[in-house]
């Protein structure tokens, strides 16, 4: 996500696949690939895609009539899920910081089940205010971030005391004996095909960017370290995919 802070990642944890600022570089990506996104998330997950998002929503138990926030939206997949558990009374705001493909989704959004507000803006800065909302979720997005304290940081700050956050995104699987047939797909088949469809760089970042994203556990105690609590984690498609749960406290404990 967008950063105006003139900070430098260390280099000896700055991933190879991109050189200057990482925000830049992945708005760039996707900016590239917005028109094809949708149909290569089907293609590459054996439109697994849907699944994992509808379990998503399942385990952040958005309520008819609620406001949820989803962030690092894409065209809007994820919203349009939310606005199916929220009904007609309820209403969603889905956000990326990549217009084009803020742009992509808006059609999409004709036929949702609550009102949906698509905007450009930049996870690390919501322009939201606390407390706002039921279910703050990000589907595939906060892999992408420069800063993910940070983001996850905005979206417990602008979730509702008792409210959800729900983080759906890819991992590395845990020692396995098919562990090897993963990372052929993944660092040979995956960015093969997606050179087919789109652009090949943008399906050689997706593997890359999941061998350098943090662990299970260092995503937990990033959610932990943002406040929220009651940590569940669940793993999915042998361990590629993970959701992260986690709630914020109807009270803050006062600081010393």
Not at 140 to 155: L, P
Request: proline share 6%; with cysteine.
């Amino acid at each position: 996500m967008a950063n105006t802070a003139e900070q430098k990642r260390p280099i000896d944890t700055a991933p190879p696949h991109y050189t200057g600022k990482k925000e830049v570089y992945v708005r760039e990506m996707f900016a590239g690939i917005a028109d094809k996104y949708d149909l290569l998330n089907s293609v590459l997950s054996f439109n697994q895609h849907k699944t994992w998002r509808r379990l998503a929503v399942s385990l952040a138990k958005p309520t008819p009539g609620s406001q949820c926030l989803d962030v690092c939206s894409g065209t809007g997949d994820f919203a349009l899920d939310l606005a199916k558990a929220v009904g007609s009374k309820g209403r969603i705001v889905a956000s990326d910081f990549c217009e084009p493909m803020i742009r992509n989704g808006l059609h999409k959004m004709l036929s949702a089940a609550a009102p949906v507000t698509m905007m450009v803006a930049d996870c690390e800065r919501l322009p939201y205010s606390s407390n706002s909302f039921e279910v703050v979720t990000v589907g595939f997005g906060i892999r992408n971030v420069a800063h993910i304290e940070r983001a996850v940081g905005e979206m417990a700050r602008v979730a509702l005391p008792g409210g959800r956050v729900a983080i759906l995104e890819f991992n590395r699987p845990l020692p396995c004996w098919y562990k090897p047939f993963i990372d052929f797909y993944l660092f040979q088949v995956l960015p093969r095909i997606g050179g087919l469809l789109s652009r090949k760089e943008a399906y050689t970042y997706l593997p890359e960017s999941m061998k350098h994203f943090v662990s299970r556990e260092k995503l937990s105690e990033t959610m932990q370290g943002a406040g929220l609590t009651d940590i569940h984690v669940r793993d999915l498609n042998f361990g590629t995919v993970c959701i992260h749960i986690g709630t914020k406290p109807l009270t803050v404990k006062a600081t010393e």
